[in-house]
């Protein structure tokens, strides 16, 4: 009798607590919201045109700070391989070493022809050869102006003379015959070879100069120096 009662109890026990679990889990899914539903196959797929590119940001003024670089090596340049032309300078001329009164022996002595004139010539007694520039400077006595130049005897090379060698000059005495001139009678004569050499010369006897005195350059021959 007590076995039946126990075998009828368990089961009634077993459906109520199913049915109190079914309850709970029918009021936990009226309370929770539906979950949404999973996208089919059949969605259709998002346009494949991609968003345009952002641009890349300026690049500011200012490098980054980064280590100093290595300053280049500098590569040698090579040689040329053909020599320059060298170039020849002229020869420098050599300078013409002036006759001086210690070189010279200069003398003033009458002529024939042409008459007023008197030659001076100048005769290398040293032994090296000098030269006698341009014109004589000329002067009388105590004069303080030379007399004026020939400019048309100039020659065309200087004379040069060697040792013994002579050069000569033409002494005019007077101007053209008719012209105002003052003269006198003089007893020495000046010649100025260079700036700072001057030999002073007795003059011939009764050798008369007047304004119109003029001297020629220096000749290599006499006959040159008459024709003035």
């Not at 100039?154 to 002494?171: I, M």
Request: net charge neutral; glycine share 4%.
């Amino acid at each position: 009798m007590r076995t039946s009662i126990r075998t009828l109890t368990l089961p009634a026990a077993a459906l109520l607590a199913a049915l109190a679990l079914t309850a709970c889990q029918s009021a936990d899914q009226e309370a929770a919201p539906p979950a949404p539903a999973k996208p089919t196959a059949t969605t259709t797929a998002a346009p494949t045109t991609s968003a345009p590119a952002t641009s890349a940001p300026a690049p500011t003024t200012e490098p980054p700070a980064t280590a100093p670089t290595k300053a280049p090596t500098k590569v040698p340049t090579k040689a040329p391989t053909t020599a320059p032309k060298k170039t020849t300078a002229p020869p420098a001329k050599p300078s013409l070493r002036p006759c001086t009164a210690a070189d010279v022996k200069v003398v003033a002595s009458k002529v024939s022809r042409p008459v007023n004139h008197l030659a001076l010539t100048i005769t290398n007694t040293g032994d090296r050869t000098c030269h006698a520039l341009n014109a004589p400077l000329v002067g009388f006595d105590h004069s303080q102006a030379p007399i004026a130049i020939v400019e048309d005897s100039k020659p065309q090379a200087v004379v040069s003379l060697a040792p013994g060698a002579s050069g000569y000059a033409s002494l005019i005495l007077t101007g053209e015959p008719g012209e105002d001139t003052h003269g006198m009678t003089v007893r020495t004569i000046k010649v100025n070879l260079t700036a700072d050499s001057m030999v002073t010369l007795k003059a011939p006897e009764g050798t008369y100069v007047d304004d119109g005195a003029a001297v020629s350059y220096w000749q290599q021959e006499l006959a040159d120096a008459l024709q003035y």
